[in-house]
């Protein structure tokens, strides 16, 4: 390959990997899956480009799977890099894994080796599990003895499920895999049997040679393909990156459904400070240091450590139930029934900030104190064997969860301390959350977009990004998605229209006599009319965007509808489908009312749904605390937050939603809008224009 640009070569090579792919299937080439496949191979096949990154909305049938792996594997092989393929849910990473990349391997003449990473939560940890059946071998009952086990009910009845995994290991019947377990596995049990990196010794824990996790992670590094999914890319990320996956400038990475990308940044870089469980857990410290006092056999430097932990842990804990009571007292002199309340602007009040400051700097204290221990007892695990060598690595687990626990607090206590002033260049949201008590007060505080911290960990970083999905885009422009997620203006953007003709469906807007505005009046109209909107139909989907409302229009249709209605939640979302599907298939009708998530991710192809009705504009009510924060953020730099959030995202929401019709290419059927601001508002043209080419029937 050139050094700067796809030589022809390359160029061929992908060319006969697509024509023998879709050849050998009985398909004929896509002219939208070709457009995304050169638009993939030319943003990463230039190691020179300083931003080598693509940005691609598909539309619903692309096939967007085969154009992204098709162009971006031998990209990666050229280029010696791993690719990542990061899905934004289990349903498309099990299909990738079962169904799409196996039939690509098959089809198209690429030979690639392929491996699913997950984190160390999904494998069974053989420590811990040797040390749940010690605990069973005598009469004494189990102790829990890591910090997130503490107080953790139902392993009395666990030890032939553990003894039941242990010779399942043994004879090679199970990898270790939990999502592979097929017996029943209780909360507790598996929280009682799993590891994260802070619990996990690593390389220097005795079973590490016949470790699931680590047996994984080593199949990683001959593999050409991993899949996983948004969260654990994140999750490795925060820990500096390369640590379960490859780093960041050593692979592609594909975000798949990756409009979720900066919600789920944020999520994950979240800060917050349970006041409840750290004083537990500060509580709790007491215990195992005086237990690890009395039985490690510590050198008197090390002793004296411990007293000086101990001690930390006791004034964090007092200087914690301060903060509680403020909080309590504060969150008591509010108005409303709010769970969360919101610092404007991220300023918190005087008071808090003034206790927030010596927490921060006790916490740094306490993280120096247990970083020291956790070096120190790593140093007598060098040499050390028998019981001793078990206790010193409880004691380590310990340690590292008090470091982990200490760094977190560090950063969510400094965040408080400075906030005195609005951060304008980097601004931070902070609020306060409680479920009706004081020990369930937490103090949280997060970026208000997550822009920076996206280029910061990977757009900066790594050798070539494509991120698609099918609702990229807003009113027509990549603007609102380039805003949240930070992707450089230098990457490439592309819309690729769907090849199914949009000509097949008709988009309707009803004359009705109720606003939205007027909740109570707009729901007795929605009651009036669907048993007339939908009855010539087989499958109907009623989209809603308040719970109340559909709950109140489930129960306002149940005497005039003649047909099974199947309501969010009242089954599994597997369960509801599959109802609808064989009710359908008898040969009757059946009509599904759901929310936001019945919006996104559904398939239901013909008759399953020929009629998608949406009650209103899918506008979100900025209650979340970030969403409040980045509208006031617009605010106050004299910007227009309904413009520049609520409508380009109700527009996205709405072509979303309007996705769930046409699933494949002899699709048909209507879309209709309960909602008539799209006509009488100033936006909603360019709400309409944002659509595909329906046949538009619009009440005057």
Not at 29 to 37: A, F, K, S, T
Not at 73 to 90: D, E, F, N, S, W
Not at 504 to 513: G, L
Request: a negative charge; hydrophobic letters at 40%.
């Amino acid at each position: 390959m050139s050094p700067n640009l796809l030589d022809e070569a390359m160029k061929e090579e992908i060319r006969a990997a697509y024509l023998q792919l879709v050849s050998s299937r009985g398909l004929a080439p896509r002219v939208g899956q070709r457009q995304m496949i050169a638009e993939i191979a030319n943003a990463l096949g230039d190691p020179q480009a300083p931003e080598p990154i693509a940005v691609v909305e598909a539309g619903t049938g692309t096939g967007k799977t085969i154009a992204y792996t098709v162009a971006a594997l031998p990209v990666a092989r050229a280029r010696q890099k791993q690719l990542v393929i990061a899905t934004a849910t289990v349903a498309l990473q099990e299909q990738l894994i079962s169904k799409d990349l196996p039939d690509i391997l098959h089809h198209s003449g690429l030979n690639f080796r392929v491996q699913l990473a997950k984190g160390r939560g999904r494998y069974v940890c053989l420590q811990k599990l040797d040390h749940q059946l010690e605990g069973r071998a005598g009469t004494a009952p189990l102790i829990p003895l890591y910090p997130d086990e503490m107080g953790a009910s139902g392993l009395s009845d666990a030890g032939p499920v553990f003894e039941a995994m242990l010779d399942a290991l043994a004879g090679s019947s199970w990898d270790g895999d939990l999502d592979n377990w097929t017996g029943v596995l209780e909360p507790s049990a598996r929280r009682a049997v799993t590891t994260d990196h802070v619990q996990c010794s690593g390389r220097r824990c005795p079973h590490v040679t016949n470790c699931s996790f680590f047996k994984a992670r080593d199949g990683l590094l001959d593999a050409d393909v991993i899949v996983t999914n948004h969260d654990l890319v994140l999750s490795d990320l925060k820990l500096g990156g390369g640590v379960i996956l490859p780093a960041p400038e050593d692979c592609l990475i594909i975000f798949d459904e990756g409009h979720q990308l900066p919600d789920k940044c944020l999520s994950h870089f979240t800060l917050s400070a349970p006041i409840g469980v750290l004083r537990q857990s500060m509580r709790d410290a007491g215990g195992w240091i005086a237990r690890d006092a009395d039985s490690l056999g510590l050198s008197v430097g090390d002793l004296a450590l411990l007293e000086q932990l101990e001690s930390s842990a006791m004034d964090l804990d007092q200087l914690l139930d301060g903060v509680g009571a403020w909080c309590w007292d504060y969150i008591d002199q509010q108005d409303g029934e709010s769970r969360d309340h919101r610092f404007e602007h991220g300023i918190a009040p005087t008071e808090l900030i003034a206790m927030a400051t010596p927490l921060a700097d006790s916490w740094r204290q306490h993280l120096s104190l247990a970083q020291r221990f956790e070096m120190s007892i790593e140093g007598h695990l060098e040499n050390a064997q028998g019981e001793n060598r078990d206790l010193l690595e409880i004691a380590l687990v310990n340690a590292g969860t008090m470091v982990a626990r200490a760094e977190s607090q560090c950063g969510l206590w400094s965040s408080y301390s400075d906030s005195a002033e609005p951060d304008e260049l980097k601004p931070w949201a902070r609020w306060m959350r409680h479920s009706g008590s004081e020990d369930s007060i937490t103090l949280l505080a997060s970026p208000v977009l997550a822009g920076d911290l996206l280029h910061q960990h990977i757009w900066s970083r790594v050798a070539g990004a494509v991120v698609t999905s099918a609702t990229l885009s807003a009113l027509g422009t990549f603007d609102r998605f380039r805003s949240r997620s930070g992707v450089p203006q230098g990457a490439r953007f592309k819309q690729v229209i769907s090849p199914f003709d949009s000509k097949r469906a008709q988009f309707i807007v009803p004359p009705m006599s109720a606003d939205p505005s007027d909740a109570a009046g707009h729901t007795v109209e929605l009651i009036e009319l669907l048993p007339q909107l939908v009855a010539n139909d087989r499958g109907t989907l009623v989209l809603f965007s308040s719970r109340r409302q559909m709950e109140e229009v489930a129960a306002g249709i149940e005497a005039t509808i003649d047909r099974l209605v199947l309501m969010q939640d009242t089954l599994s979302k597997g369960a509801l489908l599959d109802r609808h599907r064989d009710h359908i298939d008898a040969g009757h009708s059946s009509m599904i009312l759901g929310l936001a998530s019945f919006a996104e991710g559904i398939d239901l192809p013909g008759v399953y749904c020929d009629h998608v009705i949406i009650a209103k504009l899918p506008f979100a009510v900025p209650d979340s605390p970030l969403e409040a924060a980045h509208a006031e953020l617009l605010e106050r730099q004299g910007r227009n937050p309904f413009m520049e959030i609520s409508v380009p995202d109700a527009a996205l929401k709405l072509v979303q939603a309007s996705g769930r019709l046409l699933r494949t290419e002899t699709d048909s059927g209507t879309v209709t809008l309960l909602d008539r601001r799209v006509i009488t508002r100033r936006y909603g043209r360019a709400i309409m224009d944002s659509l595909p080419r329906f046949e538009f029937n619009l009440a005057p």
